[in-house]
């Protein structure tokens, strides 16, 4: 059974452990433990500067639980799900490995339901329009790719799904990892956060400028294109056939290689090899682990065939990349 609870009755179980504030107060961190009676674990608050703010959810709920979020109008929100998943009732499921736009404006009512199945690990940043302009450096003119992020207060939020590149992995672990305090942890912080967005930015522009847009397609099609893509992601060491595959998210054959296209720009196994590359340069440019374990890992038997597919992607070699030389 899922409990549900409203957003202000959320806030006020939640507990502050730590506050650090710099003695300008233009840079605040907030160590929020997650109320007991519904999980354990904790959200670091770090406002940035006023307007910029940044979050690191680290937490595990007991059983599914449902938030009851009001309208509101809402700033620029970039999302990153690490591990875990939320379920939203007016977008569905997010999964790991997601990467979500969502747009300033007027947000409607919300009901996002944590899921207890696995430990729920997640980046948000959030940033006011204006501040967000000045960063990227646009005056009165915004890229025509980007105009649907920014509407007024009386027009409701556009939503964007995408994916977690390795790019963007090597950044967010960056940022959850960051080693510095003080001033220097605010520009580092800031610095790895205007890279993310970027790299998410161009995600999204080139999805706009090739019109591939997900809500062209059917909600439910969508959702289970999505299912499709964390099943794979759960087992890259040993995935499923396209058939059985197929079977297990309740679509057919042709439904599933269609929908897996439109849905996020490529094959089936296309995705797989895309996701393996990029699992095996993160794991490399961790470097707790050898090529032979990380080929392992990855599901590749043979040494030779992993070292020739990774060349072939990022143009150097699984072993120079586990040196730095990336």
Request: hydrophobic share 35%; aromatic share 10%.
């Amino acid at each position: 059974m899922t409990a549900i609870i409203s957003y202000q009755e959320f806030d006020e179980q939640v507990k502050l452990v730590k506050k650090d504030t710099d003695t300008e107060g233009n840079y605040s961190e907030y160590l929020l433990q997650y109320p007991q009676q519904f999980g354990q674990g904790s959200i670091l608050n770090i406002e940035l500067r006023q307007g910029f703010n940044l979050s690191l959810e680290d937490y595990q709920v007991h059983q599914n639980i449902t938030i009851d979020y009001p309208e509101m109008i809402h700033p620029l929100g970039f999302y990153f799900q690490i591990s875990g998943g939320m379920n939203c009732r007016r977008y569905g499921l997010n999964y790991a490995g997601n990467s979500i736009i969502s747009g300033s404006g007027f947000l409607p009512q919300l009901f996002h339901e944590s899921l207890s199945n696995e430990p729920n690990k997640a980046v948000k940043v959030h940033i006011e329009p204006g501040i967000f302009k000045r960063f990227m450096g646009f005056d009165d003119t915004i890229p025509s790719q980007l105009k649907h992020l920014f509407r007024k207060p009386d027009q409701q939020h556009c939503f964007h799904e995408g994916i977690i590149t390795s790019q963007m992995q090597i950044a967010l672990q960056q940022i959850w990892h960051c080693p510095f305090q003080g001033l220097v942890k605010r520009v580092y912080l800031e610095s790895k956060i205007l890279e993310l967005i970027a790299l998410r930015l161009q995600q999204e522009m080139q999805a706009e400028t090739t019109e591939h847009c997900n809500h062209t397609l059917k909600k439910v099609l969508v959702d289970k294109i999505h299912h499709a893509k964390h099943i794979l992601e759960c087992r890259i060491d040993n995935p499923p056939s396209v058939l059985e595959l197929a079977q297990l998210v309740g679509l057919n054959h042709h439904q599933l290689k269609s929908g897996f296209h439109k849905v996020l720009g490529n094959t089936v196994f296309g995705y797989l090899h895309n996701f393996r590359m990029e699992q095996a340069r993160l794991l490399l440019s961790e470097g707790r682990m050898s090529v032979a374990e990380v080929a392992n890992s990855v599901g590749y038997e043979h040494l030779g065939h992993f070292a020739g597919a990774f060349k072939q992607k990022f143009g150097i070699t699984p072993s120079a990349c586990l040196k730095g030389e990336a």
